[in-house]
């Protein structure tokens, strides 16, 4: 008898916490509630903005572009057709790289050795082949932009191909001089550095 007294009391006390928990449960969902109501919920900033693919390409188009005119007197459209054919390249920040150190990308630029147009190419050396390969068809073709590029993109690669050295290739490109290599490859990692330092300024504008 005096257990089933014991087991009662034991339930009761339990019902009775129970009952308590629930209450204080309540009552702090209900403060919640009143305190989510009369405070004003600020909108979260996410610290690194996400910027779509095309969002990504026009800043690093943009920052070159920048970048091309603090180093050339060309006019701003000549710049971006060179930016724009560049970039139709595998390797453009390369090609620029050689257009600035050939021509400060000057497409009717012409040197004392007879390189003529953006990528400095040697009419007498390669206009033969190029007219050939239908990249050229006279020395005319080697001042606008588009066909120069194609030239000297042409050039480089066959270059590449006997050299399987991207420093001997360029050596060669510039007919041996033994300093070309460094000064395009410096050249190359300016631009490049140029490129991938936009989109974190412009990440940092948006705070």
């Known amino acids: 008898m ?5 087991s009662e009391n034991v339930k009761g ?21 009143a305190y989510w109501v009369a405070v004003p919920v600020r909108p979260v900033h996410r610290a690194w903005p996400v910027l779509s693919s095309a969002e990504d390409k026009e800043a690093a188009r943009q920052a070159i572009l920048r970048w ?4 050339s007197r060309m006019p701003e459209n000549v710049l971006a057709k060179i930016y724009s054919v560049a970039m139709e390249r595998v390797n453009t920040d390369l090609i620029l790289a050689i257009c600035v150190v050939e021509s400060n ?13 953006l990528m400095g190419i040697m009419p007498d050396v390669w206009l033969e082949e190029l007219e050939a390969r239908g990249i050229a068809s006279d020395k005319e073709d080697l001042y606008t932009i ?16 006997r050299t399987n050295n991207l420093t001997k290739a360029l050596s060669r490109y510039s007919g041996g001089d033994p300093s070309y290599a460094d000064k395009v490859l410096q050249m ?5 550095l140029a490129r991938r330092l936009e989109p974190k300024l412009s990440l940092a504008a948006a705070y």
């Open 13 to 33: 006390k339990c019902r009775s916490l129970a009952l308590y928990f629930m209450m204080g449960l309540i009552a702090v969902s209900g403060f919640a509630f």
């Open 188 to 192: 190359q990692k300016k631009i490049t």
């Open 105 to 117: 990308f000057n497409p009717h630029a012409e040197s004392d050795k007879g390189a003529v147009g």
């Open 2 to 6: 005096q257990q089933v007294e014991l």
């Open 146 to 161: 588009s066909k120069n590029i194609d030239a000297g993109a042409f050039v480089l690669k066959r270059y590449l191909e």
């Open 68 to 71: 091309m005119k603090a180093n």
